[in-house]
């Protein structure tokens, strides 16, 4: 393949064509769908919004409209099964263009694909000739958002959806408790965030998101064909919960709110009875106010609880999540708990064995500390993050598969891969950004495209060829000395 064979597309798409002859769009331009598609008139709408913002041009969307001459056509008609749910086929040829799909999630992604293909910033706005087949390759492609050590309000949280979604991240994984903090409405504990709420890590931000907050987000999220991943961090990393309610306490006693970076030393009393009507009380609610089908319980870094006490507290929260209809996720120390058919694990220790997992009938989420944990510095003058998992510049966070990084799985076990943002030392939008760009593309690249053929050695020219578009979009990204940047 050649240098320019994707031209500056991240994810890398399955198959492109290159054609002869542009597509312009000008004042005459039309989006068009047929008749009674939502999803396809939903996306187009979409279209239209961000498109309009980029070139200030009408683009009126019809309705029951065929494809014609000047018309971006978006239509299920020609859209193959083995698409999927997120899949899509793009054409550009002269006269007119049509994005083929057969649901929202790959109308959404043939748009941001469209969007990819056009300049950036500034005009002419043409679309190269091209006939794209793209589909992804891993159904989970997931970032998370340590929201506890420090808060982000829902504007900020909304910019990650809107950057995250235009690489086809399809899971926004928020971690809403831990020491430091409790970040979401329970009705029933209310002090959670009230108290709870107020807590940080030294210099972060407190704060907690409302239940209509929460559902917003939610729906915002859907709206870019992404689904909120929430989680309640339990047994361990739970002061917050301990500093808001005596009686959760062995000793009913409340600690101090946490504002060190210390992990472990908290847990949740497995012996209590009022440990479980917290844990059926508060999943019970966010189950309720979460669309998506996953309840994310945590279970890591229990070092004060014993194997025995853990044993016997996720038994109980296997069963309070199951009365919830939801499917439970939980980081890799959960297997020495005991696993049932259908958990998902999400596998972060260099030591975690994820065949165990699979062999208890899970599924695993690769999201290897040592890769995908871009709370790690670049380099060691990077001034945020940190350095105990391993330095991953943009080229580490790049090159590694999901399937082969631990051994012994096959393509079917891996249910996908996550980056996780951890923000012991993230304290602002500006931070996470910097964290996460460039190098939430590259993971989102390895959740989406064929493992066949990646190379580090290209990719890193489209990243560079890709440079001016996060100018464009203001995004404060690393730029990286392992990239040869191309200017706007
Ligand atoms: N590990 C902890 C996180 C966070 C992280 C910082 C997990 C699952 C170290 N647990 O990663 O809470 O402190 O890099």
């Not at 320019?4 to 399955?14: D, K, M, S, Y």
């Not at 980029?54 to 971006?72: D, H, K, N, Q, S």
């Not at 598969?401 to 096959?410: A, I, M, N, Q, T």
Request: glycine letters at 10%; hydrophobic letters at 40%; charged letters at 20%.
């Amino acid at each position: 393949m050649n240098e320019t064979a994707f031209g500056n597309l991240i994810p890398r798409p399955v198959r492109a064509e290159w054609l002869s002859g542009v597509f312009s769009l000008g004042p005459d331009t039309k989006i068009s769908v047929p008749a009674g598609l939502d999803a396809a008139r939903e996306s187009a709408q979409y279209l239209a919004c961000v498109l309009g913002a980029l070139t200030g041009l009408p683009l009126p969307v019809l309705e029951g409209a065929a494809p014609r001459p000047g018309c971006i056509h978006l239509t299920d008609q020609g859209a193959p099964e083995g698409l999927g749910d997120e899949g899509y086929l793009l054409e550009a040829a002269g006269d007119r263009v049509v994005i083929r799909a057969r649901q929202y999630a790959g109308f959404f992604y043939g748009c941001q694909t469209l969007r990819q293909l056009l300049p950036p910033r500034r005009g002419p706005w043409q679309l190269p000739g091209v006939a794209i087949e793209d589909y992804p390759r891993f159904a989970w492609r997931g970032a998370m958002l340590d929201v506890a050590r420090s808060f982000f309000p829902v504007p900020e949280v909304k910019r990650l959806i809107d950057l995250l979604a235009g690489y086809k991240i399809n899971r926004l994984h928020l971690h809403l408790s831990d020491d430091q903090g409790w970040r979401i409405m329970i009705n029933s504990w209310p002090k959670l965030a009230l108290y709870g709420g107020r807590g940080a890590v030294e210099g972060g931000r407190s704060g907690y998101y409302t239940q209509a907050e929460f559902k917003d987000l939610a729906a915002y999220a859907r709206s870019r064909a992404m689904l909120l991943v929430p989680e309640i961090d339990l047994p361990g990393h739970t002061t917050a919960v301990l500093a808001s309610y005596p009686e959760l306490n062995r000793d009913g006693t409340a600690p101090e709110l946490y504002r060190g970076m210390k992990v472990g030393f908290s847990t949740l009393a497995a012996e209590k009875e009022i440990t479980y009507r917290f844990a059926t009380d508060v999943l019970g609610e966010l189950a309720q106010l979460t669309p998506g089908p996953y309840l994310h319980v945590g279970g890591d870094e229990a070092h004060s609880t014993t194997l025995e006490e853990y044993k016997l507290f996720l038994g109980r929260l296997h069963d309070l999540v199951a009365q919830t209809g939801k499917t439970l996720v939980g980081w890799d120390e959960i297997i020495q708990g005991g696993l049932r058919p259908g958990d998902v694990v999400q596998i972060w220790r260099k030591e975690a064995q994820p065949l165990e997992a699979v062999r208890q009938g899970a599924r695993v989420i690769m999201s290897p500390c040592h890769h995908a944990y871009l709370d790690m510095k670049y380099a060691a003058g990077t001034k945020l993050g940190q350095d105990w998992a391993a330095l991953i510049e943009v080229a580490d966070a790049y090159a590694w598969d999901p399937v082969s990084v631990y051994p012994g799985l096959s393509e079917g076990d891996v249910l996908g891969v996550e980056a996780a943002l951890w923000t012991e030392t993230i304290h602002s939008l500006k931070a996470a950004e910097y964290m996460l760009f460039p190098r939430i593309l590259g993971i989102a690249e390895i959740g989406w495209s064929p493992r066949q053929g990646r190379s580090w050695a290209e990719y890193r020219r489209r990243l560079a060829r890709h440079g001016p578009r996060l100018q464009a979009a203001d995004v404060h990204f690393y730029r990286s000395p392992q990239v040869p940047w191309e200017e706007d």
